[in-house]
């Protein structure tokens, strides 16, 4: 069993930045990792994912360059830096892990959830 808890949340104005982190605990041993969110009525859409070496990464569109995905193993912690934010990226932010060594987009792929926590960006 993973456990994933984030933190980081909160609110920020447009333009502003936020760390995200991730938790994890239980069997941590090679999970590929990844940040989605989620906004009231709209499907769960991938923000990035990460190797278990950390070595390679992949980012969904909506990052554009702005969402920085990072690791730290010995910490057992997941990162999402956020620079540039726009009322749009206005959503809970969920951690997730998987038991395969592909970086996947589609939600579905993933083993474990944490709870979220919120990002709102004012205008």
């Known amino acids: 069993q993973v456990q994933l808890a984030e933190s980081g949340g909160g609110l920020v104005q447009s333009g502003g930045s936020l760390r995200l982190s991730c938790a994890v605990s239980?069997?941590?041993?090679?999970?590929?990792m990844g940040w989605f969110r989620q906004s009231p009525g709209e499907e769960r859409e991938f923000v990035a994912g990460?190797?278990?070496?950390?070595?390679?990464?992949n980012y969904g569109s909506l990052a554009e360059g702005r969402f920085t995905i990072s690791r730290d193993n010995n910490r057992k912690m997941m990162y999402l830096q956020m620079v540039s934010l726009r009322p749009e990226d206005t959503a809970v932010y969920y951690c997730?892990?998987?038991?395969?060594?592909?970086?996947?987009?589609?939600?579905?792929?993933?083993?474990?959830w944490g709870q979220g926590t919120q990002v709102t960006v004012s205008s």
């Open positions: 239980g069997r941590t041993s090679l999970l590929t």
């Open positions: 997730a892990c998987s038991r395969s060594s592909a970086i996947s987009s589609d939600h579905h792929d993933y083993d474990y």
């Open positions: 990460i190797s278990w070496s950390g070595d390679v990464s």
